[in-house]
């Protein structure tokens, strides 16, 4: 039976896409090869290429406006490093905010560059807000925010109005929600969530803030490299890349993102309404701040623990234990989580108060 797969990631994808892909590694296109062993300049795979770059600036609404879409390597974690080697002047400074786990191992790598400035920090509250009120030097290099805290169940409703480049990591809520990305310079993504495999990493840059460093720029670090040989500088990950477009489509057939969003607010509603009225739970992260990818929350009486484990595991969920940093419970419902998984849940919290 298929789980209701609750994980932070690698996750739930769409079926069709699993389907998909598939079918794709025992045959091709009808090529009589599969995904798996086809050369990354054939023809095929270069149409699959060229059609992911453009179906992500076409969702994201950035056609036309001087954006590249490169699927990379190294995960989110790599472009920790690469953005202050590309964005950060020599003897320049970087500012940021810190809101988490992921925010915070993005700092420790731009500090190497050089004056890493913290605006605000949520992290004496266990991050369990954003912080709003802060400023931005107008002399930074750029500004690097995290849209979506995966760990702590928070998420940025807002962002600033700010002069300086705005570099975003939004590994865990891209394509989940409808925002002016035309406020971004540089966005970056692991696949791993709402786009694909875990194998490729997805960057959104704004041509014209590259090159301004007077740094040499190892050249599988360099934005401009990959730009270059149109994301393919070295062998990218094929099948990452070809599953991630097979999202893309589904998800451009669904509607695009204004359409998934509106599915995605109906599932954090329905969470959370029963996170708020249930007795015996209570959420972890500030209300205004609640994520509605990545729903936190914890027992209030932690005997109840054996039982509801057992309870939810009956119902077939899958990966809903909270990161240690939190403990409690993380519901992860990305892009390709039903709202059906997210109403046995909910069932499931019900029946665990009418047990007690
Ligand atoms: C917001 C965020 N940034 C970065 C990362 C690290 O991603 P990767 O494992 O692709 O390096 C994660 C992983 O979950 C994440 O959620």
Redesign the pocket.
């Known amino acids: 039976m298929k789980k209701h797969n609750y994980s932070?990631?690698p996750c739930i994808l769409p079926q069709e896409v699993f389907e998909k892909s598939a079918q794709a590694i025992l045959d091709f296109n009808n090529s009589g090869l599969s995904i798996l062993e086809i050369s990354h300049r054939s023809m095929d795979f270069v149409a699959v290429m060229e059609e992911a770059r453009a179906l992500v600036l076409e969702l994201l609404g950035l056609e036309g406006k001087g954006y590249q879409a490169l699927f990379l390597q190294g995960?989110?974690?790599l472009e920790f490093l690469m953005v202050p080697y590309n964005l950060m002047k020599n003897n320049g400074k970087a500012s940021y905010l810190d809101t988490g786990t992921?925010a915070s191992a993005a700092i420790k790598e731009a500090k190497f560059f050089g004056e890493t400035i913290v605006v605000a920090s949520s992290k004496s509250e266990n991050y369990s807000f954003i912080p709003k009120d802060y400023t931005i030097p107008v002399d930074a290099d750029y500004f690097h925010c995290?849209s979506?805290n995966?760990i702590f169940g928070t998420q940025m409703k807002s962002f600033p109005e700010t002069n300086v480049p705005m570099v975003c990591?939004m590994?865990?809520d891209i394509f989940s929600r409808t925002l002016d990305f035309s406020k971004f310079d540089l966005i970056y993504a692991?696949a791993?969530k709402n786009m694909g495999p875990a194998g490729t990493?997805l960057v959104v840059v704004k041509e014209e803030i590259l090159g301004k460093t007077n740094r040499h720029i190892p050249s599988m670090l360099d934005y401009q490299q990959h730009i270059a040989k149109e994301s393919m500088y070295n062998t990218p990950a094929v099948f990452a890349i070809y599953s991630s477009l097979l999202t893309l489509k589904w998800l451009k057939n669904l509607g695009g993102i204004s359409a998934i969003e509106k599915i995605n607010e109906a599932k954090a509603n329905l969470l959370y309404e029963e996170i708020d009225r249930n007795p015996l739970f209570k959420g972890t992260a500030v209300k205004e701040d609640r994520s509605i990818m990545n729903a936190t929350f914890l027992l209030n009486d932690e005997t109840h623990k054996e039982q509801f484990d057992l309870l939810w595991k009956e119902a077939g969920i899958s990966g809903l234990n909270g990161h240690r940093s939190v403990g409690g419970y993380r519901a992860s419902m990305y892009n390709a989580l039903p709202i059906e998984s997210v109403q046995v849940l909910v069932d499931v919290m019900k029946n665990l108060e009418n047990r007690i």
């Open positions: 932070a990631g995960g989110a974690s992921w995290t979506n995966t990591d590994s865990s692991g791993q990493t």
